[in-house]
C-alpha cells in the first residue's frame, strides 16, 4: 500500500465527510457567504440554525479542509477568492438567499445575552426600577458597588429607580455582570454578520451588505414623490399621477371660469364676490370724486 493510500485510510471520517460536502454544496445552491465565529456563541449559533435549517445550510469548517476541498470544485464562479477569506474561526453558509436579505435577517435576528467580565457594552445597559424579588443579603454590596439606588420592601430588595450602570464603550466588570446576571438583564447584543459572500459570480464584501433600511425606505418614499410631482407637472398621465392630474385641471378650470365671469354653481360664490369688491371699489372712487349714491 502506498503512503498517499495509507494517509487516505487513516484520515477521520469526520473530515472525509465534511471534504466531501464542501465539494458537494457549492454547486447545490446560488449563494456561498462566510461568517467569522470570534465574536459569535455556541447558544446563538444553535438558536440561528435551528430556525434557518431549511434556508440555509450552515457549515463549521477546518479552513485547510475547506480550501482543499473548494480546489476541486469546478464552475462555481469566485470560489477561489472565498478560499482567500478562511482565516481564524468561521462559518460557511449556502442558500439560495440573496446575500444582502441573507445579512438582514441575522441583524433583525440577534439575541440578547447575560454579559461576562470583560465584554464591552455596545449600549446603555439599565437597572430597570422594581422590585428584584431577591431577598437581603451580602448581594445588597453589588448594588451599592453599582450605584444602584435600592430599598427594602416586603422582604425583598427594590430598585428605587432606572439607573445607567454602563455606557457605549465601558468594560463590564466580573462583579457587574454578576449582578446584571441575577436580574436577568441580558445586555449583550451578539449575531452572526455575512463578513463575505459570492453570488453569480460576484464578490460582496462586509461593507457592501449593509443596508439601513429605514434610510432606503425614506430614500424610496422622497424619490416617488418627486417623480409623481414632476410626472404631474408635466401633464405625464400614469395610474399614479390620473387623480392628481383630474384635480389640478379642476382647479385650473374653476379658475379659468371664475376669472372670465362664467358663473357655475362652483364659480358662483367666487364672480359674486369678486363683482362685489369691484363694485365697492368703483362706488369707493366715486365718492372719493364727489359722488354720492341716490
Same mark, same amino acid.
Given at each position: 500500500?502506498?503512503?498517499?493510500?495509507?494517509?487516505?485510510?487513516?484520515?477521520?471520517?469526520?473530515?472525509r465527510l465534511m471534504y466531501q460536502e464542501l465539494q458537494e454544496l457549492p454547486t447545490k445552491y446560488n449563494v456561498i457567504a462566510l461568517s467569522k465565529m470570534t465574536k459569535?456563541?455556541?447558544?446563538?449559533?444553535?438558536?440561528?440554525?435551528?430556525?434557518?435549517?431549511?434556508?440555509?445550510? /450552515?457549515?463549521? /469548517?477546518?479552513? !485547510?479542509?475547506? /480550501?482543499?476541498?473548494?480546489?476541486?470544485?469546478?464552475?462555481?464562479?469566485?470560489?477561489?477568492?472565498?478560499?482567500?477569506?478562511?482565516?481564524?474561526?468561521?462559518?460557511? $453558509?449556502?442558500?439560495?438567499?440573496?446575500?444582502?436579505?441573507?445579512?438582514?435577517?441575522?441583524?433583525?435576528? &440577534?439575541?440578547?445575552?447575560?454579559?461576562? *467580565? *470583560?465584554? /464591552?457594552?455596545?449600549?446603555?445597559?439599565?437597572?430597570?426600577?422594581?422590585?428584584?424579588?431577591?431577598?437581603?443579603?451580602?448581594?445588597?454590596?453589588?448594588?451599592?458597588?453599582?450605584?444602584?439606588?435600592?430599598?427594602?420592601?416586603? *422582604?425583598?430588595?427594590?430598585?428605587?429607580?432606572?439607573?445607567?450602570?454602563?455606557?457605549?464603550?465601558?468594560?463590564?466588570?466580573?462583579?457587574?455582570?454578576?449582578?446584571?446576571?441575577?436580574?436577568?438583564?441580558?445586555?449583550?447584543?451578539?449575531?452572526?454578520?455575512?463578513?463575505?459572500?459570492?453570488?453569480?459570480? =460576484? $464578490?460582496?464584501?462586509?461593507?457592501?451588505? @449593509?443596508?439601513?433600511?429605514?434610510?432606503?425606505?425614506?430614500?424610496?418614499? @422622497?424619490?416617488?414623490?418627486?417623480?409623481?410631482?414632476?410626472?404631474?407637472?408635466?401633464?405625464? $398621465?400614469?395610474?399614479?399621477?390620473?387623480?392628481?392630474? =383630474?384635480? &389640478?385641471?379642476?382647479?385650473?378650470? @374653476?379658475?379659468?371660469?371664475?376669472?372670465?365671469?362664467?358663473?357655475?354653481?362652483?364659480?358662483?360664490?367666487?364672480?359674486?364676490?369678486?363683482?362685489?369688491? !369691484?363694485?365697492?371699489?368703483?362706488?369707493?372712487?366715486?365718492?372719493?370724486?364727489?359722488?354720492?349714491?341716490?
Amino acid at each position: 500500500m502506498t503512503a498517499p493510500q495509507q494517509a487516505r485510510k487513516h484520515y477521520p471520517k469526520k473530515k472525509r465527510l465534511m471534504y466531501q460536502e464542501l465539494q458537494e454544496l457549492p454547486t447545490k445552491y446560488n449563494v456561498i457567504a462566510l461568517s467569522k465565529m470570534t465574536k459569535v456563541r455556541a447558544t446563538q449559533l444553535m438558536a440561528i440554525r435551528k430556525k434557518f435549517r431549511n434556508d440555509v445550510k /450552515i457549515r463549521i /469548517i477546518k479552513n !485547510k479542509v475547506a /480550501i482543499r476541498a473548494f480546489e476541486k470544485v469546478k464552475g462555481v464562479a469566485g470560489i477561489e477568492n472565498l478560499s482567500k477569506q478562511l482565516e481564524g474561526q468561521c462559518a460557511l $453558509m449556502f442558500t439560495n438567499i440573496s446575500p444582502f436579505k441573507l445579512n438582514l435577517i441575522f441583524a433583525q435576528n &440577534k439575541v440578547f445575552l447575560p454579559a461576562k *467580565g *470583560g465584554d /464591552i457594552a455596545t449600549k446603555e445597559v439599565v437597572v430597570p426600577a422594581g422590585n428584584t424579588g431577591i431577598a437581603p443579603g451580602p448581594v445588597l454590596s453589588e448594588f451599592k458597588v453599582a450605584n444602584v439606588p435600592t430599598k427594602i420592601d416586603q *422582604g425583598t430588595i427594590w430598585v428605587s429607580k432606572d439607573t445607567v450602570v454602563a455606557k457605549p464603550g465601558d468594560v463590564i466588570s466580573m462583579q457587574l455582570a454578576s449582578l446584571l446576571s441575577k436580574l436577568n438583564v441580558k445586555p449583550i447584543e451578539a449575531g452572526i454578520a455575512v463578513n463575505f459572500a459570492i453570488a453569480e459570480g =460576484l $464578490m460582496f464584501k462586509e461593507q457592501d451588505l @449593509r443596508i439601513d433600511l429605514e434610510e432606503y425606505k425614506t430614500e424610496l418614499v @422622497r424619490s416617488f414623490q418627486q417623480a409623481l410631482a414632476l410626472a404631474t407637472e408635466a401633464g405625464y $398621465m400614469t395610474p399614479e399621477t390620473i387623480k392628481p392630474l =383630474l384635480v &389640478k385641471a379642476q382647479q385650473q378650470a @374653476r379658475s379659468l371660469a371664475a376669472e372670465a365671469g362664467y358663473v357655475t354653481p362652483e364659480t358662483a360664490d367666487f364672480v359674486l364676490q369678486r363683482a362685489q369688491a !369691484k363694485a365697492q371699489a368703483v362706488a369707493n372712487k366715486a365718492k372719493e370724486k364727489g359722488y354720492t349714491a341716490q
